[in-house]
């Protein structure tokens, strides 16, 4: 067999039927619902006990967390936005208009990662303008974890359900 086909047949390109899309699909939606501003969720649920010395060390990754996010956001943030944008809207056109598969197997993965995106940034703007401390900050980071949750669910259904589509529609599978 042919070195060049078989790196081929492994780094296909096909995103519905391939074993490499769907693993990235599961490790980046676990990443984003562990992940809220950078706290990391087991800090999260250890602070939820209210023990002390866990509780200040969240309430202080919290404040360098959303400072960065911050500045970031005043500094940069026209310039991501507009780069997102142009990507997405790259995505669309390349997955949905010219129907190449890569493009709308990314699309379908990264619209929804940009709603985080945005949730994420909104709590870092109203933790900054009003901070929060204690069991209010608690329960706050677990309701966006929440919401982040529910936007991976959907996410990930609509995705397996475009995905089903796209392989029983394009005869993929027969």
Do not use: H
């Not at 067999?1 to 990235?24: C, G, H, K, N, P």
């Not at 509780?55 to 919290?62: F, I, K, M, S």
């Amino acid at each position: 067999m042919d070195w060049t086909l078989a790196i081929l047949r492994l780094i296909e390109l096909q995103t519905f039927t391939s074993f490499w899309y769907w693993l990235v699909v599961i490790v980046t939606w676990s990443i984003a619902g562990n992940w809220l501003i950078g706290i990391p969720f087991d800090m999260l649920f250890r602070a939820r006990k209210c023990a002390e010395a866990e509780l200040a060390d969240l309430e202080a990754l919290v404040d360098i967390n959303v400072r960065r996010i911050i500045w970031t956001d005043r500094v940069f943030g026209a310039a991501i936005a507009g780069l997102i944008g142009f990507f997405l809207c790259s995505l669309g056109v390349v997955g949905f208009v010219y129907g190449l598969e890569l493009g709308q197997g990314l699309f379908m993965l990264a619209a929804p990662l940009t709603l985080v995106v945005i949730l994420n940034l909104r709590l870092a703007r109203q933790l900054d303008a009003a901070p929060l401390t204690g069991r209010p900050l608690v329960r706050r980071l677990f309701l966006v974890r929440l919401w982040t949750q529910v936007i991976a669910m959907i996410a990930l259904f609509f995705t397996a359900m475009y995905g089903m589509y796209y392989a029983i529609s394009s005869q993929v599978l027969f």
